[in-house]
């Protein structure tokens, strides 16, 4: 949505394909980072943003065996927006989708599901796709995959996958907020697992992490067993743990960290998850979508509006974001085989005694800063063109 968005408002006629009816899914993780609001400022967008209701945080608390950290703190960033908004990605979408409407040159065809890619030869020309009225077929000198990380126009074009094996998956479930609720608190580590508390109004986002293809085993547990771990782990969620009244309640996430060796052939690019499936870590997966996007924006729309488009164009976009997405998953990989798997949380003692209380007083607070770069701007941030800006 958003490279149709500043495509269309360089002057590029763009037609954007959404499977579904709407935009209501629940995508769970829903967090804009600085990086991505610092673009809405660019778009002139920050108005209707702010509209939308949403929660914002300008820290990031984590409760490791029962001792409160603060290891990111965007208060910190010396420049641009320095909070991180807490958005349903339904009404980020409807957002970006209006305002890219308003362009003469964009067309948004809900309902019409891509199913296969057209060629001219070796190259890309388009694609076919499904649609309440019928078959359609979309010519098109640039088709991009940003179909997610099981993407069928990937598969259709045959480029490879690199996996890299991740050792859990994640269950998704909300629970309504109790009457006492602590400060704001993203995750709780303790030696049974690792959880997440995403606040959103009136409910928390939930989240448990489990051995890679255990949920066929926390289901033999039962749920009595699964409500009295999340009441054990995080507490103060034990009085409305028993709003998971079944296992229809709970949504399982296959967490997956992969990336394409080669993201472009003639005539067609992949981005975001279809380019690289990022790990629920850090929630950083739509803005590095969002950044593939915007480079990609700035780096083929004088190509595309000249008509010389080339797989070297292409090739540029993946050699500006390849890099900053390979760092950010070695980073996602690293906290897996660490805290961030079942029973990661066994490696500090509980509770915590004072001598390792006061190192981490003295550890994390220089880490601020950078965690707050790393993770609010990314490796290597967008800004969107001035070419684009002025057309």
Same mark, same amino acid.
């Given at each position: 949505?958003?490279?149709?968005?500043?495509?269309?408002?360089?002057?590029?006629?763009?037609?954007?394909?959404?499977?579904?009816?709407?935009?209501?899914?629940?995508?769970?993780?829903?967090?804009?980072?600085?990086?991505? @609001?610092?673009? @809405?400022?660019?778009?002139?967008?920050?108005?209707?943003?702010?509209?939308?209701?949403?929660?914002?945080?300008?820290?990031?608390?984590?409760?490791?065996?029962?001792?409160?950290?603060?290891?990111?703190?965007?208060?910190?960033?010396?420049?641009?927006?320095?909070?991180?908004?807490?958005?349903?990605?339904?009404?980020?979408?409807?957002?970006?989708?209006?305002?890219?409407?308003?362009?003469?040159?964009?067309?948004?065809?809900?309902?019409?599901?891509?199913?296969?890619?057209?060629?001219?030869?070796?190259?890309?020309?388009?694609?076919?796709?499904?649609?309440?009225?019928?078959?359609?077929?979309?010519?098109?000198?640039?088709?991009?995959?940003?179909?997610?990380?099981?993407?069928?126009?990937?598969?259709?074009?045959?480029?490879?996958?690199?996996?890299?094996?991740?050792?859990?998956?994640?269950?998704?479930?909300?629970?309504?907020?109790?009457?006492?609720?602590?400060?704001?608190?993203?995750?709780?580590?303790?030696?049974?697992?690792?959880?997440?508390?995403?606040?959103?109004?009136?409910?928390?986002?939930?989240?448990? @992490?489990?051995?890679?293809?255990?949920?066929?085993?926390?289901?033999?547990?039962?749920?009595?067993?699964?409500?009295?771990?999340?009441?054990?782990?995080?507490?103060?969620?034990?009085?409305?743990?028993?709003?998971?009244?079944?296992?229809?309640?709970?949504?399982?996430?296959?967490?997956?960290?992969?990336?394409?060796?080669?993201?472009?052939?003639?005539?067609?690019?992949? @981005?975001?998850?279809?380019?690289?499936?990022?790990?629920?870590?850090?929630?950083?997966?739509?803005?590095?979508?969002?950044?593939?996007?915007?480079?990609?924006?700035?780096?083929?729309?004088?190509?595309?509006?000249?008509?010389?488009?080339?797989?070297?164009?292409?090739?540029?976009?993946?050699?500006?974001?390849?890099?900053?997405?390979?760092?950010?998953?070695?980073?996602?990989?690293?906290?897996?085989?660490?805290?961030?798997?079942?029973?990661?949380?066994?490696?500090?003692?509980?509770?915590?005694?004072?001598?390792?209380?006061?190192?981490?007083?003295?550890?994390?607070?220089?880490?601020?800063?950078?965690?707050?770069?790393?993770?609010?701007?990314?490796?290597?941030?967008?800004?969107?063109?001035?070419?684009?800006?002025?057309?």
């Amino acid at each position: 949505m958003m490279l149709g968005l500043l495509l269309a408002r360089a002057g590029v006629d763009v037609v954007v394909l959404e499977k579904h009816a709407d935009f209501f899914r629940d995508f769970r993780g829903d967090t804009i980072h600085p990086s991505t @609001i610092d673009l @809405i400022d660019q778009l002139g967008l920050r108005e209707r943003f702010d509209a939308i209701p949403h929660n914002e945080l300008s820290r990031l608390d984590m409760v490791l065996n029962g001792t409160r950290v603060t290891p990111v703190n965007f208060a910190l960033l010396r420049r641009g927006n320095r909070r991180l908004a807490l958005m349903p990605q339904w009404d980020f979408l409807r957002m970006l989708s209006e305002a890219a409407a308003e362009l003469p040159n964009f067309r948004l065809l809900m309902h019409a599901e891509a199913t296969g890619l057209l060629h001219a030869g070796d190259a890309v020309a388009g694609v076919t796709a499904t649609a309440p009225t019928g078959s359609l077929r979309i010519d098109a000198a640039l088709t991009v995959a940003a179909d997610g990380r099981t993407s069928a126009l990937r598969a259709a074009s045959g480029l490879p996958v690199t996996e890299f094996g991740v050792p859990l998956d994640v269950l998704w479930f909300r629970l309504p907020r109790p009457e006492v609720n602590p400060p704001d608190t993203l995750g709780y580590v303790t030696p049974e697992t690792l959880f997440i508390t995403i606040p959103r109004t009136g409910y928390y986002q939930t989240a448990m @992490i489990i051995p890679k293809d255990g949920f066929d085993a926390v289901k033999r547990d039962g749920l009595p067993e699964f409500r009295g771990k999340v009441a054990r782990s995080v507490p103060f969620l034990a009085p409305v743990v028993d709003a998971v009244k079944s296992w229809d309640d709970v949504k399982l996430l296959s967490v997956q960290i992969n990336r394409l060796q080669r993201w472009h052939r003639p005539g067609f690019l992949c @981005i975001g998850d279809a380019a690289h499936a990022m790990s629920p870590a850090f929630g950083v997966g739509i803005n590095y979508a969002i950044q593939d996007a915007v480079a990609a924006a700035n780096l083929l729309v004088g190509p595309l509006r000249d008509g010389t488009l080339s797989e070297a164009d292409l090739a540029r976009v993946q050699k500006r974001r390849a890099r900053p997405v390979a760092r950010m998953q070695s980073l996602q990989l690293a906290l897996h085989n660490a805290i961030g798997k079942p029973g990661g949380g066994a490696i500090l003692p509980s509770p915590l005694p004072w001598s390792l209380r006061a190192l981490l007083k003295v550890v994390v607070p220089p880490l601020r800063l950078v965690s707050a770069h790393v993770l609010g701007r990314g490796f290597r941030p967008e800004r969107v063109s001035p070419a684009i800006l002025r057309d």
